[in-house]
């Protein structure tokens, strides 16, 4: 077996983890999992499978990697591509196809053709009319605010779309595309019968879904949950999915598809009875808990996105923005909140030495309150920006996900122009020893 196999192997045993070996992270690489099929281990994951009509390539590539990608495929193999399917329209999933079509054009092939969901090229319009939005949100979540931000500016629209279900044929292979609203509304699911090989897209990812992004548009937890039984009730037999490593076997496959179908629904289910109770956002985000043995699993652990996330995300799907707070409705400034805070604790120094107190006792929700109370009322005072940045920082460094992470570290770099310690640049996706401790 090769490197991704053997890890794929070594991750399902619990002989290693998702913290050592985050969805994102390396190993890359290109290996064969089954008759004519080959998974691509990247930042986030590309299936080829080889036809005699040409090569079918689910997800080519990132706009940051395509070429890497495009690269290491041509050394493999010199089909030319037939078909391209975008899983769905995120950036590290629509990218690449330009490079087999200027090889077409090069060597008069005939063009290869892109399928995808209808909802596709709305999205792809949002983005270019977000742009630099989605530039700031991008580094927040991913490198906590550091490093060069970058959005892609244009898109390589689909030639085909469907609505609900789409079967095809290429060079013989049978390719079943079906759509799910779940991480995006615009999602694919592919199933190829002759060799039981499944991509999830991004509906499976090694982790906790990412049916929760605090900084992304919404998602479709129950949606999400029905597709996944849906994938199982056919009985594939390689898990390749959008992100992270692979899934071997119909027993592994049927489990993990089932049991992060199970994970959905639980915090469904346990938010929309809180919702019919009255209960508030405050309630609910505080009351309803994934079940543990659960988030145990090597499949979901909350490395990217976390459960509590995803109940704001069901709580918005069924609720609206209007979180039950009647100071909420109509707020005042945060600032002139801050500063009436600080002037009845006696000064935003006193505001922030508590916060640290709070911190050192290990209560990082109530610290970072304080935190973000001093900073607003004294942003100019040194040694209150000092101790938010610090306190963010630690915060930064105690949480198990990326996007918690990066939040974080974005705080403690723009209040108190200081870097978590032991947290590097990159993609906010290490972890130190010892996080397992936190799941
Ligand atoms: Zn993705």
Redesign the pocket.
Known sequence: MGNILDLSEALWKGETDTYAHHCFGPPYGLERVADGTWFYKGF?NTILRETVGGLVIVDPGAFFDCQIKFDKIRKHTSDRLNTAIFTHG?T??VFGVDLYADEARLRDWPMPRVIAHEAMPARFLRYRESHGWNEIINGRQFMGGSGRPEWPVSFYDPDITYRKKLDVDVGGVKVLLRHARGETDDHTWVFFPDTRVLCTG?LFIYAVPNAGNPQKVQRYCMEWAIALREMAALGPEVLAP??GFLILGADRVARALTETADLLESLHEQTIAAMNRGASLDEVIHSVKAPDALLKRPYLKPIYDEPEFIVRNIWRLYGGWYDGSPSHLKPAPEKDQAIEVARLAGGAETLARRAEELLEAGDFRLACHLADWAHLAAPDNPEVRKTAGRIYGKRAEAETSTMAMGIYLWAAGTMGELRAEGVKDGPVIRLQSGREKMV
């Open positions: 986030a995120h590290d999933h991004d959008g992100h």
